[in-house]
């Protein structure tokens, strides 16, 4: 098992800032993820961190928008960048400790832009 | 590709009544399959999984079969609890890779 630690849990933010959420887990992790679940609807993969390159980003996120970095294996960083009233979310990290499929999540961090 | 079908909710039932959450997927190959449970206030936990056809996941007094026949894999509990109270999502993994297709969510409300 694992657990995670996010922050901020949730936050006010003004249109065009950028806000960068922390991820931080209890142990050494080959793959982190991050997925967002707006308001009402499922959680949508983000992209995966990869320790040592750059994130792998799914179909329709880009890099521009959502920075990730993952120094290390225990430790991942999403930031949402020029943040739009769209980016109202809330935004989990997530990690797989073997090779049976199961995630771990944190709890969240609820961005709400106004 | 790939895409995970839960029924609508809320889902509202009175204690001890017998749920069944309905979850049908679209993959290729043979994905694994889980429900996953976020009890308000808290994180996604996993609840049970199942990894290949005619596979039972079991946990807490739920129960869900792998039928790839009829890419299903129904949530059921034939008790439920006012602690059972919470947001379920079927999720499947086609490629063993952690990268989770989740359905909408289905808000279960159960009440004494």
């Known amino acids: 098992s694992a657990v995670i630690s996010q922050k901020p849990s949730r936050d006010i933010c003004q249109r065009g800032t950028s806000l960068t959420i922390q991820c931080q887990v209890d142990?050494?992790?080959?793959?982190m993820f991050w997925y967002r679940q707006q308001p009402g609807q499922s959680l949508t993969l983000i992209a995966t961190?990869?320790?040592?390159?750059?994130?792998?980003?799914e179909s329709g996120f880009v890099i521009d928008k959502f920075p990730i970095s993952r120094p290390n294996l225990t430790f991942s960083t999403l930031t949402v960048s020029n943040m739009s009233p769209e980016d109202s979310s809330i935004y989990l990290c997530?990690?797989?400790?073997?090779?049976?499929?199961?995630?771990?999540f944190g709890e969240g961090s609820r961005l709400t832009v106004l | 590709g790939n895409s995970v079908t839960q029924m609508e909710g809320p889902v509202t039932l009175s204690e001890e009544a017998f749920l069944t959450i309905n979850c049908t997927y679209t993959?290729?190959?043979?994905?694994?399959l889980f429900w996953y449970v976020q009890y308000p206030g808290e994180g996604l936990q996993l609840l049970l999984k199942?990894?290949?056809?005619?596979d039972k996941g079991s946990n807490k007094g739920f129960e869900a079969t792998y039928r790839k026949e009829t890419t299903s894999f129904h949530l059921e509990k034939g008790s439920v609890q006012v602690s059972d109270s919470a947001v379920y999502f079927c999720?499947?993994?086609?490629?063993?890779?952690?990268?989770?297709?989740f359905g909408q969510g289905t808000t279960l409300q159960v009440k004494p």
């Open positions: 961190a990869n320790q040592g390159s750059e994130a792998t980003y």
């Open positions: 993959a290729t190959g043979y994905p694994s």
């Open positions: 999720a499947l993994d086609s490629g063993n890779t952690g990268k989770l297709i």
């Open positions: 142990s050494q992790v080959t793959m």
């Open positions: 997530s990690v797989t400790t073997g090779g049976n499929g199961e995630l771990f």
């Open positions: 199942a990894t290949k056809a005619d």
